[in-house]
């Protein structure tokens, strides 16, 4: 789990695609590896690696054809600048939102426009992916946590504030880049709870603790609209 705060950002090194996946070489920047261990998990543009071999500068990890086919690293090539950010720890300051590093799909940057000293982005979200992103709403992209504040017809829009900008690979967007997003994690889950069908076969859908949850009660609760 992690929060979708940057703590570096580092490059591909090397990366070897072939039939059954992808082999991916990271340099590490200024990320601290000293706490680092052998399966230990990495987000890398917000994609969630296991960590097979590393050094004080670098990691390796193995990429399954399901990653390559879901997010951007088949694009992905050496010298490429990628988010870093090491799983979160019980006592980790909760900066961000629940990420989990698994890639839902990739958004397209559509316009970029400066707002003052802040710079708005307007990304694409495929229908498939639409109804998680609410305004408001936080979402993961290249495993930056950030907040939705707009939404139209198949887009949304973020600011992003230059920290944000000076710390993460956000800077080099340009528009028709190509990013990972991964979609609320909260949201995912309450889709599940109204969708799933109880053993009663009506539209209680009982939890496993006996309580009802309702797309009634979840709306009457605010969770949805």
């Not at 998990?41 to 399954?64: E, H, K, P, R």
Request: with cysteine; aromatic share 6%; charged share 15%.
């Amino acid at each position: 789990m992690f929060t979708g705060i940057i703590e570096a950002v580092g490059n591909i090194q090397a990366i070897n695609i072939t039939g059954e996946g992808a082999r991916l070489v990271v340099s590490t920047g200024k990320l601290d590896m000293s706490d680092v261990n052998l399966g230990d998990s990495i987000a890398t543009n917000g994609i969630c690696l296991t960590v097979v071999a590393f050094d004080q500068n670098s990691f390796s990890s193995d990429v399954s054809n399901e990653t390559l086919k879901r997010t951007g690293f088949v694009n992905y090539r050496a010298g490429q600048k990628v988010n870093l950010e090491k799983a979160m720890l019980p006592t980790t300051r909760f900066g961000g939102h629940m990420v989990s590093g698994h890639v839902d799909g990739i958004s397209t940057i559509l316009s970029i426009t400066n707002n003052g000293n802040s710079i708005e982005y307007w990304l694409s979200v495929t229908e498939n992916l639409a109804a998680y992103v609410a305004e408001k709403g936080s979402v993961t992209i290249d495993g930056t946590s950030l907040t939705v504040n707009s939404l139209a017809d198949g887009k949304f829009r973020i600011t992003i504030v230059p920290h944000t900008t000076e710390q993460t690979i956000i800077g080099s967007y340009q528009v028709g880049t190509l990013v990972n997003i991964e979609v609320d994690l909260i949201a995912r889950y309450i889709e599940r709870l109204i969708m799933h069908k109880g053993s009663d076969q009506n539209d209680s859908h009982v939890s496993p603790s006996g309580g009802g949850v309702s797309e009634a009660l979840l709306m009457q609760s605010g969770f949805i609209k």
